[in-house]
């Protein structure tokens, strides 16, 4: 089955850029799935960021649009988030996740990201 | 503020149904897109738990069921068991050109 891992920065400073990789295994990233990534901030709900398919095409929460970049990198079976400009409300769990069709069929254990100075 | 609504909270004893809410408008649910809802146990990642509406994927105990009917969607636990406990969050899409979530639920399994 398909497993997902995050990894990245636990740490990141005000101002700075949040960056993260998700690994999959068990399946290819080629797969006809999209890739997700969803936040948690700490005690709250779920928060989409953006989704990208294996041809390169990305959809973003409007909300973080301007901030935020997903990429697929095929030949490492990954993909990973940015978001620049952060502030300590970028503070979350999170997590990355594949989708089919509109639900999020797996998601990775998730990483803690804080930003602080 | 969440684009779907749900109770901040639910209860109830070993046994007994419980149901969960998730109120949209006419830019999601009722636009006819569909409704997905996850459990998060404590301290995990969040899993799903039906999807498209009323869909349970493999290994999901019957237990769990959904509906959806105009701009808002449900989901039902029977018989409910001290490991239900745990943080529900229902999903859908917006117009707005965005997955969308609810705020989530506590249920609490008294």
């Known amino acids: 089955q398909v497993q997902l891992q995050e990894s990245g920065p636990g740490l990141v400073k005000p101002s700075g850029t949040l960056s993260l990789t998700c690994a999959v295994s068990g399946g290819s990233i080629s797969s006809s799935n999209w890739w997700s990534w969803v936040r948690q901030s700490p005690g709250k709900g779920l928060e989409w960021i953006g989704e990208i398919y294996h041809t390169g095409s990305t959809n973003y929460n409007p909300s973080l649009v301007s901030r935020v970049t997903i990429s697929i990198d095929k030949s490492k079976n990954q993909f990973s988030l940015k978001v620049n400009s952060v502030t300590a409300a970028d503070t979350a769990v999170y997590y990355c996740a594949r989708s089919f069709n509109g639900w999020l069929i797996s998601w990775g254990q998730g990483t803690l990201v804080t930003v602080s100075s | 503020q969440s684009v779907l609504t749900q109770p901040p909270s639910v209860s109830g004893a070993p046994g007994q149904r419980v149901t969960i809410s998730c109120t949209g408008s006419?830019?999601?649910?009722?636009?006819?897109?569909?409704v997905h809802w996850y459990q998060q146990l404590p301290g995990t990642a969040p899993k799903l738990l039906i999807y498209r509406n009323v869909n349970r994927p493999s290994g999901v105990p019957d237990r769990f069921s959904g509906s959806k009917s105009g701009t808002s969607a449900s989901l039902a636990i029977t018989g409910l068991q001290a490991e239900d406990e745990a943080d529900y969050y229902c999903q859908s899409y917006d117009n707005s050109l965005s997955v969308v979530f609810g705020g989530g639920t506590k249920l609490t399994v008294l």
């Open positions: 006419s830019s999601n649910i009722g636009a006819g897109y569909d």
